[in-house]
């Protein structure tokens, strides 16, 4: 076995936005889905979406991670030694 350990550890990232939706609410909404920090969305009785860039302030929690994994070796990933998940 080596000495040399690969450590692959998930954080969990919150990310915080206030969105105006004026005139229309949540109610209005159909469907809805964030991809790279913009908020997309049809409302009822509408074909296009709409875009809302959330601007977001994130906070990544780096104290516990949500789940670890250590590898045998120097960036390899075959060899699983140990995992925690749910700190």
Known sequence: MTSVVTIVADYMSTATACVDLSPKTWD????????????HI????????????????????????????????QYEYDNVLANQEGF
């Open 42 to 73: 049809v409302f009822k009785g509408e074909e296009d979406w709409k875009e809302f860039d959330l601007f977001s302030d994130f906070d990544t929690d780096t104290k516990r991670p949500a789940r670890v994994d250590v590898y045998e070796g």
């Open 28 to 39: 209005d909404v159909q469907d809805w889905y964030i991809k790279w920090d913009t908020l």
